[in-house]
């Protein structure tokens, strides 16, 4: 396609640079400056670069588009706005604005044309990763000869700070790894951030930095006026086969402005004289705001017409592939509603207490390699501990290009190397694309490392399994840096989080069968590295309730409460218990936030008025108050010691539980009628 830069293009350039000071001025907040120095690439990008229809923005082989600096999130919307998606004026006019559509930073499923949540800066970039891994592994599973159905490609803006982030700088590692040239980056090289010019402490070589990650770099030395040169670097981003692009381009934030080129222009609304000379130089009214001179309009319009011709060619195509290929066509045709097969949770394993001790982890690979059978959209992986988190099924083949001769692109195990930080990112690409239940492994205490990701996953809605082992003192010898004590009260503060701690195997098959039906829930599996019994008194039926009463007394005295592995000591306890006269039950609770979502007259089933609750975990005690009248936990670092050790060290054993129920049964006996926690919350929650 040749191109040829006209004088609409520079009118509707002009038209983003005033509307980028209007929208931010209006709500007195944002970030004008990198708006105004993107928007020759910006028109670029969206008037002759991007395939796209926005009239059916979800089409699922359209390019992709990131704003990994989303603060700049002004110009996306604009950008939206113009080329015709579901994003009015008035909702320019409500940027960051109480519940309007165009939130501070790029929301996903709140802004249409948004593919991702950004804001913490590189996290977009990694994102933008996932969603070339994706792309690349729909075309490797699905494409045939002249049918290719996925081609789209990604683009993803970033600046100065997601540069300096370190997952951008994984995500980026691993990118050039796999040679991902579906995925094309453009560096927004101003020179400025929030402590103003970057040479205060941004001085490195970026082109060297990524040229040794196995990246093409190109550079643009004018990305403020020089269309041509852009427009000639994507070309050049297109014709690369072997590697993923970066391209370097020299901008001036705040383009326009009186201070043009200075940190001023960065996070703060342009003045009322700076604007008027603004819109005086391009060409517009001073007194006139939020304009689209009816030529830029019509411009824009014609380009979102291409993209729709483009899509209803695509539609044509798919549809005489599924003449020709019925079975991948319905599969994809699956995938893409996030309908699961019929049947399909009946291959997880259930077990009965005859079944031989095993580690949660375990059971957890058994789960995995029987769903990997029936779940072609599962994509695993793991960051480098593929052997202990036991996350790759036997007859897995590895996500890699084809020319490394270790893998192919239509593989479903990622090899993720030591990268926590990209991996927990990149699975929200994943995700984003649609296509795909993206399950990945770490240690349970290194989930945190990700932890930027992991919080954007429960606030994007998106489907991503941690699969995380060692997850207690129960790892033994590694000690304190890597037992998490208070990692399970995290995540489970986080809204829209479903942390899973499953005490046997029925309850792991729970997890999973949950995790893989909450496709707008993210999910952690806690798993244990040590042995523990398959239990008397669980199912995979009672567990998908997040709580179950797992031993009953009507005569109880006290209800033992715990998780994972404490919960069969809890019941070993009940037996000693009875040696001291001393009736009990025992509830497990392996996810807290599904337990929460059953109704009332269940959960004060689980856990009854009229006696006390005594819960269980070696981990912190915070946030067992809704639960238990009593807390026994760990509410310091571990130890480095023999597992066993270490449960006795912190009076974990049978023994210490019985005697500390013995000792909350004495002191309640004088208390009258005992409240649950449960009846607790809900008469306040009736007061609202």
């Known amino acids: 396609m040749v191109f040829t830069p006209s004088e609409i293009d520079l009118k509707s350039i002009a038209t983003i640079r005033t509307l980028a000071a209007d929208v931010v001025a209006n709500a007195k907040s944002g970030h004008p400056g990198a708006p105004m120095g993107l928007a020759p ?31 700049a999130c002004a110009l996306q919307y604009i950008m939206l706005h113009l080329m015709g998606y579901d994003l009015t004026m008035d909702d320019l006019k409500a940027f960051r604005q109480l519940d309007s559509r165009t939130p501070g930073h790029p929301e996903v499923h709140h802004t249409d044309g948004v593919e991702v949540t950004t804001g913490p800066l590189g996290q977009g970039f990694a994102n933008a990763v996932g969603l070339a891994i994706a792309q690349a592994n729909a075309a490797g599973t699905y494409n045939k000869d002249n049918f290719d159905l996925f081609t789209n490609r990604t683009y993803v803006f970033l600046g100065d700070g997601c540069m300096q982030e ?14 991902l040239h579906n995925l094309i980056a453009f560096f927004d090289d101003n020179h400025v951030s929030i402590d103003g010019d970057t040479k205060c402490s941004f001085t490195e070589d970026v082109p060297k930095r990524f040229e040794s990650y196995g990246w093409n770099v190109l550079v643009v030395d004018n990305g403020d006026s020089d269309l041509q040169a852009l427009y000639d670097a994507v070309v050049k981003a297109w014709d ?11 901008t001036t934030i705040g383009f326009g402005s009186v201070n043009q080129g200075k940190a001023s222009t960065h996070g703060s609304p342009l003045k009322d004289d700076d604007i008027a000379q603004l819109k005086q130089k391009f060409g517009f009214n001073p007194d006139e705001k939020f304009v689209v001179p009816d030529d830029v309009r019509a411009a824009y319009k014609s380009y979102a017409e291409q993209g729709a011709a483009k899509r209803a060619e695509w539609e044509k195509m798919f549809e005489e592939y599924g003449r020709k290929y019925e079975n991948e066509h319905k599969e994809i045709c699956r995938r893409i509603a996030h309908k699961l097969p019929e049947g399909w949770d009946q291959v997880l394993p259930r077990y009965e207490p005859s079944d031989k001790p095993m580690a949660t982890r375990k059971l957890s690979e058994l789960a995995i390699t ?20 036991l996350t790759r099924w036997s007859d897995a083949t590895d996500f890699q290009n084809p020319s490394l001769e270790i893998g192919k692109y239509s593989g479903r195990y990622i090899r993720y190397g030591v990268r926590e930080h990209a991996m927990g990112a990149i699975m929200n690409g994943l995700c984003a694309y649609g296509m795909h ?3 990945a492994g770490t240690f349970l205490n290194f989930v945190t490392y990700g932890w930027g990701a992991v919080r954007l996953s429960s606030l994007s809605n998106f489907q991503v399994i941690w699969v995380a082992t060692h997850d207690s003192i129960g790892l033994g010898e590694d000690g304190p840096t890597h037992q998490p004590i208070e990692v399970a009260a995290a995540l489970r503060a986080l809204p829209n989080m479903d942390f899973w701690r499953p005490a046997d195997g029925n309850e792991v098959s729970a997890a999973y069968k949950v995790a893989i ?84 007259d269940y959960r004060i089933s689980v856990l009854p ?80």
Request: glycine share 6%.
């Open 370 to 389: 029987k769903l990997a059978s029936v779940l072609p959209e599962m994509l695993g992986g793991s960051a480098d501990l593929t052997g202990s988190n």
């Open 609 to 688: 008025s009229g006696h006390p609750i005594l819960s269980v975990e070696a981990y912190s005690t915070f946030g067992w108050g809704v639960y238990s009248h009593v807390h026994h936990g760990i509410n310091r670092f571990g130890v480095s010691a023999p597992y066993q050790k270490a449960y006795e060290k912190f009076q974990l054993t049978d023994h210490d539980i019985a005697d500390k129920a013995v000792k909350v049964v004495e002191y309640y006996k004088s208390m009258g009628h005992i409240h649950s926690p449960i009846a607790v919350q809900a008469a306040f929650e009736l007061q609202k």
């Open 41 to 71: 690439l910006a028109h670029l990008l969206w008037s002759r670069i991007m395939v796209a229809d926005p009239k059916e923005s979800h089409w699922i082989n359209r390019d992709r588009f990131v704003l990994s600096n989303g603060h």
């Open 240 to 250: 690369e086969k072997t590697k993923p692009t970066l391209v370097c381009v020299r």
């Open 166 to 179: 370190g997952v951008a700088s994984e995500a980026a590692s691993l990118a050039g790894h796999l040679r």
């Open 517 to 600: 039906e909450s496709y707008k829930t993210p999910s952690v599996v806690s798993l244990t590295r040590q042995n523990l019994p398959q239990l008397e008194g669980s199912s995979m039926e009672k567990a998908e309730k997040g709580g179950y009463v797992l031993l009953e007394d009507k005569e109880a005295a006290i209800t033992l409460v715990s998780t994972g592995s404490e919960v069969s000591i809890c019941v070993d306890a009940v037996a000693k218990l009875a040696e001291k006269g001393i009736k009990a039950r025992v509830v497990s609770i392996p996810c807290f936030r599904v337990f929460d979502l059953q109704p009332y």
């Open 437 to 439: 239940i993206p399950t």
